[in-house]
């Protein structure tokens, strides 16, 4: 279904002026069938493709084909307009997830209830065409996770540029001119914002670069224009790492099982750094326990069990390791990098990265990941850095800034500090809660749905207590 989709999205494509054209093409709106099966979800859903230039104002840009999705209200609310949403990653999609996450309790609880909800796949990533896919690759918010790694992510952009395609076009700005482009195709006039994790990175583009229209901001785990991903990243980790064992001696089950736990992770680290691991004839790195670190600290799942894993990563069971291994690679990786190399790391300093994570063991299992990034970074033709995509940004637009109390990619003092140049945001934190918050918290959910329906309105944080007093955690061995 999903390739049947990319393939008709292309064909659309083509027939709006994929190949050469003698000037600039319009974006165009082509109404299409859906990307997956909506089957039980009690939405309509609206499904098209959005073709726009690759490279704007150009003739003979070849096209890029967005697929959208847009989920009708169940009892649509006059007055309120639509919401566009914005995944994260970068490198994400939610497309090919979206059936799924419509008949989930939580959407139920606050997606297209009143407002419909537009989704669509960033270009370069998703079920978009063409993708900036790279195949199997170990990559994780962490960085590249071996030279190999490292390796195929430079053949990659390789392959991409040797096939035609504009590395220099697929990044934060043009989504956000995406969206714009979107907004006319479908006849919008004013819309909210919902975004995730680095999809509020691209709400800030929008803010900057095209922001007509956007009536209210919602920013869930929030990454900011002028946060440093790799500069500070290992200690971002290492934070939110050792926060979940704080709270583990905080916890008397806990604590009974896992006494001196942070201790000796942090001397089995060491043991790492100055060498890899063996165990059966297969080599265990350091990059590959850094890797670990940041992915489980992400989840809620991984995080209640983060005590427990790392009691048996220090026994020696590796199976842990082993399946976090097999699971990396979700990414688009190039559309990752097309970012990331173009509005992160020209204002970030590789040295930076080790000088941050001097003297802490697990904030150094990172380093040599994120350092891999500069290197990859040179490979990738994204263009000259553009100072504005480093500035924070200010604005009168109502916002709301939802943080996770444990988080190792987003932490709460970034969003913390951008709210505070809105002058009509809210900022809220919600405690013993991971990454992307208002798929974990009932009670985000509700300021979600308060804060869309009247964006001027102070959210009601009643519902933080008892929801969120305390962190459960997995003791028990799977």
């Not at 270009?123 to 896919?133: M, T, W, Y």
């Amino acid at each position: 279904m999903l390739q049947a989709f990319v393939a008709a999205g292309l064909a659309a494509a083509a027939v709006l002026g994929f190949a050469a054209q003698a000037q600039a093409a319009p974006s165009v709106f082509t109404p299409g069938p859906c990307a997956g099966d909506f089957t039980g979800v009690a939405h309509k859903v609206d499904c098209g493709v959005l073709a726009v230039d690759e490279s704007r104002g150009q003739a003979g840009a070849r096209r890029v084909a967005l697929p959208v999705a847009i989920v009708r209200a169940l009892a649509p609310k006059a007055g309120l307009p639509p919401v566009i949403y914005l995944h994260g990653g970068p490198g994400g999609g939610v497309l090919s997830g979206l059936p799924r996450t419509l008949r989930s309790p939580a959407a139920r609880e606050m997606i297209a209830i009143d407002q419909d909800w537009i989704y669509f796949d960033q270009r370069g990533a998703g079920v978009s065409a063409p993708s900036l896919d790279c195949g199997r690759v170990d990559l994780t918010d962490a960085g590249p996770l071996s030279q190999a790694a490292a390796d195929s992510l430079v053949a990659c952009a390789q392959r991409h540029v040797a096939a035609g395609v504009d590395l220099s076009r697929y990044n934060a700005a043009e989504v956000a001119r995406d969206v714009a482009d979107l907004r006319r195709a479908l006849g919008i006039g004013a819309f909210d914002l919902v975004g995730g994790s680095y999809g509020v990175r691209i709400e800030f583009a929008i803010l900057t670069h095209a922001v007509e229209g956007v009536r209210a901001v919602v920013m869930d785990s929030p990454w900011s224009p002028e946060a440093k991903w790799a500069d500070g990243g290992p200690k971002m980790v290492a934070d939110a790492v050792r926060l979940i064992l704080a709270k583990c001696q905080a916890d008397a089950a806990c604590r009974a099982k896992h006494p001196t736990l942070e201790a000796d992770f942090a001397a089995l680290a060491r043991g790492w750094l100055a060498k890899p691991f063996v165990k059966a004839g297969r080599t265990y790195a350091a990059d590959d326990l850094g890797g670990f670190l940041m992915e489980a600290a992400y989840s809620a799942e991984g995080a209640r069990a983060l005590p427990r894993d790392l009691a048996k990563i220090i026994r020696g069971d590796m199976s842990l390791l082993d399946a976090s291994i097999a699971e990396r690679s979700g990414y688009a990786e190039a559309q990752h990098l097309t970012h990331l190399c173009k509005e992160e790391f020209p204002f970030e300093d590789r040295a930076a990265v080790a000088a941050g994570a001097a003297g802490d063991p697990i904030a150094g299992l990172l380093v040599a990941s994120m350092q891999r990034y500069f290197d990859v970074c040179r490979a990738y033709p994204v263009g000259p850095a553009d100072p504005l995509e480093q500035r924070p940004v200010t604005s009168s637009i109502p916002a709301l800034f939802l943080a996770a109390e444990i988080d190792p990619g987003c932490p709460p003092h970034i969003a913390e500090a951008a709210a505070k140049r809105f002058s009509r945001g809210q900022f809220v934190v919600i405690p013993n809660t991971t990454h992307g918050v208002s798929g974990r918290s009932a009670c985000a959910r509700r300021m979600v749905r308060a804060f869309l329906a009247n964006p001027a309105a102070p959210v009601d944080r009643a519902c933080l207590s008892p929801e969120h007093d305390r962190f459960v955690f997995d003791l028990e061995d799977g």
